[in-house]
């Protein structure tokens, strides 16, 4: 259910967000780059970027269209154009070499198949590995200062450095997100927002061998909920279920843990050193639940819990064993004994 939502809502953030900002990022260097390179170099120089600048506005375009593929193939065959007239322009030294590292990334993290990604690397080794060759046999058509080489080298380095950190933060800071709305979805019931039954058996391991506090557990079973369900559906079962989960979170401290722990049947553990405190939330708890009006669909009705309650005393040995067991078996004697009732042992 969560699934197909995350994944659109990433694709968004991967394949819009971010490539928008390195598009836009792109664009505003050219409107730097043009008036600069027709002053220094040549108004040839200051065309060849005009026709970047453009198909980067086009990239933009496409993008804001949703057509991310197209979107990453008119801009990296820009960049690919740009690169090849700058290295042949100005030789390797001006440092335009290092842009064929932002375009590996770009197509790693472009939403093309994996075969296209293969074939898209390939042609940038290809295109880098005869650019190399063809640099080293023909000197650059124009003739710069090394001061002015190593401004250009200089400049190259820190846009591929700062494109390529940011990207990489970028996509590391996303899926750290996502990695925690996962953990968060598996750990949580979608329907009253407690903790499910994996999460409380996660806490609950940490917590049972630790001999050193006292512990109070309640198993809780709402009576006849079959009825419920029968008699004004499923949307009326969900809604009791979060009315419940609801009235039982008002009872608890911060500290305590409530789970749903599976159909309509809730957990509470909470740490206590009074076996009587335990015994007597269970009863306020079945009290408050036995005396509350529900109302659903202009239709109002009454609801009981059967509770299950187990004192575990503190101890400097060894913790009682199976305390969690004992409070579903003795759930399962109230629910004999005629439901509507707590049934508590201390151990």
């Given amino acids: 259910m969560y699934k197909p939502i995350l994944k659109k809502d990433f694709s968004t953030r991967q ?11 792109a664009f505003l260097s050219y409107v730097f780059l043009i008036p600069f390179f027709y002053v220094t170099v040549s108004f040839e120089m200051s065309m060849v970027y005009l026709i970047c600048m453009i198909s980067t506005g086009v990239s933009l375009y496409l993008n804001k269209k949703k057509s991310y593929g197209y979107a990453s193939l008119v801009f990296i065959l820009a960049m690919n154009f740009s690169i090849i007239v700058s290295v042949l322009a100005y030789g390797r030294t001006a440092g335009f070499y290092y842009y064929y590292f ?33 640099s080293f046999r023909f000197q650059p058509i124009y003739d710069q200062s090394f001061q002015f080489l190593m401004f250009l080298h200089t400049i190259n380095i820190i846009a591929n450095v700062v494109g390529v950190a940011n990207s990489a933060n970028y996509y590391l800071n996303i899926a750290k997100e996502y990695q925690q709305d996962i953990l968060q979805m598996a750990m949580t019931d979608f ?25 109070g ?4 079973d709402i009576d006849h909920f079959k009825t419920i369900n029968d008699t004004y559906g499923h949307i009326g079962g969900d809604y009791v279920l979060k009315e419940i989960a609801s009235i039982l979170l008002n ?16 957990v509470h553990v909470f740490k206590t050193e009074q076996e009587e405190s335990v015994l007597n939330r269970a009863e ?25 309650a187990v004192y575990r005393k503190a101890s400097k040995d060894a913790c009682a064993n199976g305390v969690l067991a004992q409070a579903d078996k003795l759930l399962y004697e109230s629910k004999d004994q005629g439901r509507n009732r707590v049934t508590f042992k201390s151990l």
């Fill in 15 to 25: 394949y819009y967000d971010q490539s928008n900002l390195v598009y836009l990022s």
């Fill in 102 to 134: 932002n375009l590996s990334g770009l197509i790693v993290f472009s939403n093309w198949t994996g075969r296209k990604k293969l074939v898209g690397i390939l042609l940038e080794i290809g295109s880098f590995m005869i650019l190399h060759a063809v």
């Fill in 191 to 215: 329907l009253t927002g407690l903790p499910n039954r994996n999460a409380f058996v996660k806490y609950y391991d940490n917590v049972q061998d630790d001999c050193s506090f006292g512990l």
């Fill in 217 to 220: 557990i309640l198993m809780m």
């Fill in 251 to 266: 009872h608890i401290k911060p500290e305590d843990a409530l789970a749903r722990y599976g159909g309509e049947e809730f």
């Fill in 284 to 308: 306020e708890i079945r009290q408050t639940i036995e005396s509350q009006v529900f109302s659903f669909e202009n239709r109002t009705f009454k609801i009981t819990l059967s509770i299950g």
